[in-house]
């Protein structure tokens, strides 16, 4: 390797890395990009309102609205809440990943209730992705398994906690939105991320989006358009999934707002894959979660060549 031997004053930032200076007082040059987040809400609203001149507790917000979360600008800010029960989604970008949550036992007053284990951002899942706690794929073994039965309870356990995660990047637009108190309001069109981990929810988009492939046309050329359905679970209890619909017959020329959300989208993911993989290499050397002889037993059962579970 040759070194530099003569002082260049001319030059400062080889001589500031030569010298070992490059580092000190270094501001990352990556852009921040922060995005608002779109989900269904599952739970109503209660609020209070006059019904026959008495005050009574009424439902402000249905439940199986859409809901967009708008970071505060100012840092440690509270979040703006709208809601509607219908919108419209353009995509301009598609992700993967395995997400994890594990509950935190017993917190304390104001202790969150728990975290997410998650990996990288990918186009798809048929690789091993390295996750934020120095592993891959939030602890899912890879390939198909084909007796899950047989797995050991430690690893079923495991399993059923781990989501498989389609993230759609796209235009937002909220029909007849609300605030958190009910009260209409206006909002523009945003650029927003979308985490689907409901297995349904995550089928049903990729056939929009298969049914948009199939034209040889690109999702972002086309607006979804997004209701809720309702499920009911045996316990009484329900919960909502998307129901979505793709216009064909009218397609959306790109303009330069276009181009650049989309570099904003491009940045976002960069950003967030950096910081998992930062999280990867510093945790890497932790112990793993199941013991190797739990190991063994699942790596008897994996077909590697498939990489979804059954």
């Given at each position: 390797m040759n070194e530099i031997t003569t002082i260049d004053t001319n030059n400062y930032a080889v001589m500031a890395k030569a010298m070992g200076f490059a580092s000190e007082n270094k501001k990352s040059s990556a852009k921040t990009v922060i995005l608002p987040r779109f989900r269904i809400w599952h739970q109503p609203i209660m609020g209070q309102a006059?019904?026959?001149g008495k005050t009574a507790n009424v439902e402000v917000v249905e439940g199986g609205s859409y809901r967009l979360e708008i970071p505060s600008k100012d840092e440690g800010g509270d979040s703006t809440f709208i809601f509607a029960k219908s919108a419209t989604f353009r995509v301009f970008a598609q992700r993967f990943m395995w997400r994890r949550f594990v509950a935190n036992k017993n917190p304390k007053p104001n202790e969150p209730k728990g975290s997410f284990h998650r990996t990288v951002m990918a186009d798809s899942l048929s690789i091993d992705l390295k996750d934020n706690t120095g592993g891959f794929n939030c602890g899912k073994p890879s390939g198909y398994i084909k007796d899950f039965k047989a797995l050991p309870q430690t690893m079923q356990d495991l399993l059923r906690q781990i989501r498989k995660v389609r993230i759609l990047f796209g235009y937002a637009t909220l029909i007849d939105p609300?605030?958190?108190?009910?009260?209409?309001?206006?909002?523009?069109?945003?650029?927003?991320?979308?985490?689907?981990?409901?297995?349904?929810?995550?089928?049903?988009?990729?056939?929009?989006?298969?049914?948009?492939?199939?034209?040889?046309?690109?999702p972002i050329q086309h607006n979804i358009s997004l209701a809720t359905e309702k499920n009911e679970l045996p316990n009484g209890t329900s919960y909502y999934t998307p129901s979505a619909k793709v216009d064909l017959k009218t397609s959306i020329d790109i303009v330069d707002s276009d181009q650049n959300v989309f570099k904003d989208f491009m940045e976002y993911i960069k950003n967030y894959n950096d910081y998992i993989n930062n999280q990867w290499s510093e945790k890497a050397s932790d112990e793993p979660e199941i013991s190797k002889d739990d190991m063994k037993v699942v790596e008897s059962f994996v077909d590697i060549d498939n990489a979804e579970v059954a």
């Open positions: 006059k019904v026959n609300v605030d958190s108190n009910g009260k209409p309001t206006n909002i523009d069109t945003l650029p927003v991320i979308w985490e689907i981990d409901n297995r349904n929810a995550v089928a049903h988009l990729g056939d929009i989006i298969s049914q948009i492939d199939k034209k040889q046309r690109l």
